[in-house]
């Protein structure tokens, strides 16, 4: 059973270079066929969802999700408005995944799976190895024939998943709540020794290189002992080349329990130590203003750290939490944006943008053209020019963004019409995490096909690596 202290319990749980600035202009000559119909508009827009407003700062914004409330169109709805990332809640967990030895069950997984792709939502994959959720059939078994089981399942759910999942939490709450700093007992700590959790990562890494490797814990979140262990634990993986990426803060706060003054410290100490931190569970119990501060301390201290790579509250609303008696989330019961919302949208940095005014009609015709450019070290551009029709040429001009070791952003500017359509080609292995401010659509994995969204013409998106920097090219045509 999982217990948690009064003042502990949780609630639930990439580097910087300088932008490089290259400005790329497309658009050619296309038909022009024209049906001018003049309309002004002035009124001023918010600038996008939490995880549009996320994503203009390089970070993720998400939510855990429960496979069986998305078949309720309000949940997923607000889902879809709002998140740019799922963790499952339950779906992931041994108990779920492999009830029975070596007998697998993917269904409610690959459920969210399905769902986060069909949004290009990043997913977190939660999780490898916990005392809890554990069948018991785990707990019985010999210590040779436990590190055998572990590492099976690490494997096969690594590779059933392989290549989908942005991040691991590998190991999940391994460490004991108070002062001793001590390993918690379980299953795998009393048969296996603290080793397990280094098997635990070695083995996550061969199963899939790609997939980011997390330790993941509660009360945390600030400076203590709890914290200063597995920091200790973190620089000892770093210091001996045990693979190990990212530490997840599960961030469970509540009224005797806020947002600790050292939080931001906290989560700089450890990506000092090389690794990216993220806040995987964030729920602040209360209501009001007192609940919008955390979350307003909280998104704050993850933006002024660069490798605080994205936010993940748990629950899209306080209907599901998992402590819904303590009002914990964003959206309310009704899925209505309360305080905590508002002051999270605010701290995104996007609560008060606008748009200005721009015409609007119909006019027909397309234009087209190309840029490329690369991210990387010195950039180069093409552009080409644009059509002299009578209302159908539009130009996107793309600038490079903040960039990371694994993710870089590009800021996109169309002018010359408010009725385009810009057309990204990415290039394969590099994939669309988020775009801000635009109606996006993937007509495959390797396109992004952008529409004005009412928020301007100024728009952007992050691209993951995968290894390579090339920029995508960009078409714009009108309509
Ligand atoms: O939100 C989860 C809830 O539905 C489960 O009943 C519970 C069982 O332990 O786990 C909850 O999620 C936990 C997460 O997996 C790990 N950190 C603490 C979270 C809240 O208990």
Not at 375 to 384: D, L
Request: charged residues 15%; proline residues 4%; neutral net charge.
């Amino acid at each position: 059973m999982i217990s948690y202290s009064l003042r502990n319990r949780p609630g639930p749980s990439r580097r910087r270079r300088s932008g490089l600035r290259i400005a790329i202009a497309a658009g050619t000559a296309g038909a022009v066929a024209a049906i001018g119909l003049m309309a002004t508009a002035g009124s001023a827009h918010a600038v996008g969802t939490l995880g549009n407003a996320a994503a203009a700062q390089g970070r993720y914004f998400g939510t855990a999700v429960a496979a069986g409330h998305l078949g309720e169109t309000a949940y997923t709805n607000a889902l879809d408005a709002e998140f740019g990332a799922v963790t499952p809640e339950n779906e992931m967990k041994w108990d779920t995944i492999e009830a029975n030895q070596n007998s697998f069950n993917f269904g409610p997984g690959d459920q969210i799976v399905a769902h986060a792709q069909s949004q290009n939502m990043k997913i977190r994959g939660h999780t490898l190895v916990w005392y809890s959720q554990l069948p018991g059939w785990v707990s019985g078994l010999s210590a040779s024939a436990l590190q055998s089981a572990m590492n099976n399942h690490i494997t096969q759910v690594m590779t059933h998943y392989k290549g989908e999942i942005y991040a691991w939490d590998v190991v999940n709450e391994a460490f004991q709540d108070g002062g001793s700093g001590a390993r918690r007992s379980s299953p795998f700590q009393d048969k296996l020794g603290s080793g397990y959790i280094e098997t635990a990562f070695r083995t996550a890494r061969a199963a899939d290189p790609n997939a980011k490797l997390c330790y993941n814990d509660y009360n945390t979140d600030g400076v203590n002992a709890k914290s200063t262990a597995v920091y200790n634990m973190v620089k000892d993986f770093k210091a001996r080349g045990v693979p190990i990426d990212c530490v997840g803060f599960q961030g469970h706060f509540n009224p005797q329990s806020p947002v600790p003054g050292d939080f931001q410290a906290n989560l700089q100490r450890f990506a000092d130590l090389g690794v990216d931190v993220q806040m995987t569970e964030v729920d602040v119990a209360g209501s009001g203003t007192a609940q919008a501060n955390n979350y307003t301390t909280i998104v704050k201290g993850c933006l002024a750290v660069s490798r605080c790579t994205g936010i993940t509250v748990w629950g899209v609303t306080d209907k599901y939490s998992w402590r819904s008696g303590d009002t914990p989330l964003l959206l309310d019961g009704n899925y209505q944006k309360k305080a905590s919302y508002n002051a999270v949208l605010a701290a995104l940095g996007s609560g008060g943008g606008t748009s200005g005014g721009t015409s609007a009609g119909t006019s027909s015709g397309t234009s087209s053209g190309t840029s490329s450019g690369t991210s990387a070290g010195t950039s180069s551009g093409t552009s080409s020019g644009t059509t002299g029709g009578t209302g159908g040429s539009c130009t996107a001009a793309v600038t490079a963004g903040s960039q990371w070791s694994d993710r870089y952003n590009l800021n996109v500017t169309v002018s010359g019409s408010t009725n385009w359509t810009v057309t990204a080609n990415i290039p394969y292995p590099e994939k669309v995490l988020s775009t801000w401010n635009i109606s996006a659509t993937y007509p495959n994995a390797q396109q992004l096909v952008a529409k004005p969204n009412g928020s301007g013409n100024n728009w952007g998106l992050t691209i993951q690596k995968n290894g390579s920097t090339t920029w995508p090219t960009f078409t714009c045509t009108t309509s």
